[in-house]
């Protein structure tokens, strides 16, 4: 008698693994309003993916019904071969799917390290028992003594410890989207979907920022970022999909973007 096993076949497992995210026949309506129609697209695994397009595209849009702050009307989302499609974006993010957001949303009255100690999932501490109780107080502490390290780390990494004892609210622009890419790191994430990453940087700062990302991404993380700085990701991706009016206009690597008839013409003539 053979074994019986709830494993997937070979073939699926290695699929899923090199395409963690799948989007099908995504559509998104606000009453008349059809905001996303119909798009369909998929992220490679280890890779950086820049997701483009006019104002209005639907790019946003997009990125919110894939992470759960909005339900789709019609369509899947699927990571890791999981269906995710209209789960909260809490869920979401707990099986590794995280994003970060255009304006950085830092806990602002809280320092930088406080904001990266509250970040890990299913910290025992959260339990207030486990706070007050005797026999149960240790494993807080020891996992607490487990976070600061790994929070000094991570601030090490994205090179801002030097302001681990500062608010939130007093960082730079460029600072805090540092700090919101720490935060998502701290989640122990799959993939992240950044949302304009480089909107209000500096040079200095955005050079430390893309150079975080290929380290990560070397490292075996997958990014999908919307950008609407052309050089970034003309320079950065490996792939670019474009929207225009809600649809994917066009999907390739730089090159094959930046000749496309199509996507000059839906830019009106911009420089891409």
Not at 4 to 30: D, I, M, Q, S
Not at 140 to 160: A, C, G, H, N
Not at 208 to 236: A, C, N, P, Q, W
Request: hydrophobic content about 40%.
């Amino acid at each position: 008698m053979s074994d019986a096993t709830t494993t997937p076949p070979a073939e699926t497992t290695t699929e899923t693994a090199a395409t963690p995210l799948r989007v099908e026949g995504l559509e998104k309506r606000f009453g008349g309003i059809v905001a996303v129609d119909d798009a369909s697209f998929d992220v490679k695994a280890g890779t950086v993916t820049g997701l483009i397009g006019p104002n209005g595209a639907g790019k946003s849009t997009t990125f919110n019904c894939i992470t759960g702050a909005l339900t789709p009307t019609d369509g899947e989302v699927y990571f890791q071969g999981e269906k995710i499609t209209g789960m909260r974006p809490e869920q979401i993010a707990n099986r590794g799917l995280v994003r970060t957001f255009q304006i950085a949303r830092a806990l602002s009255e809280m320092t930088v390290l406080e904001n990266l100690m509250l970040a890990p999932k299913a910290q025992q501490g959260e339990k207030l028992w486990r706070s007050v109780v005797p026999g149960a107080r240790q494993g807080v502490v020891d996992q607490e003594t487990e976070l600061r390290e790994r929070v000094w780390e991570t601030l090490e990494f994205f090179e801002i410890d030097h302001l681990a004892y500062e608010k939130a609210e007093n960082l730079s622009g460029g600072q805090q989207k540092l700090l919101e890419m720490s935060r998502a790191m701290m989640t122990e994430p799959e993939m992240l979907l950044l949302d304009e990453p480089m909107a209000g940087v500096n040079p200095t700062l955005e050079d430390k920022l893309l150079d975080r990302i290929h380290s990560l991404r070397e490292d075996g993380y997958t990014f999908l970022l919307v950008e609407h700085d052309m050089d970034v990701i003309m320079e950065e991706c490996e792939r670019v999909i474009v929207m225009h009016q809600g649809s994917i206009l066009a999907d390739g690597n730089p090159d094959e973007i930046r000749d496309n008839e199509q996507v000059i013409e839906a830019y009106l003539g911009e420089d891409i």
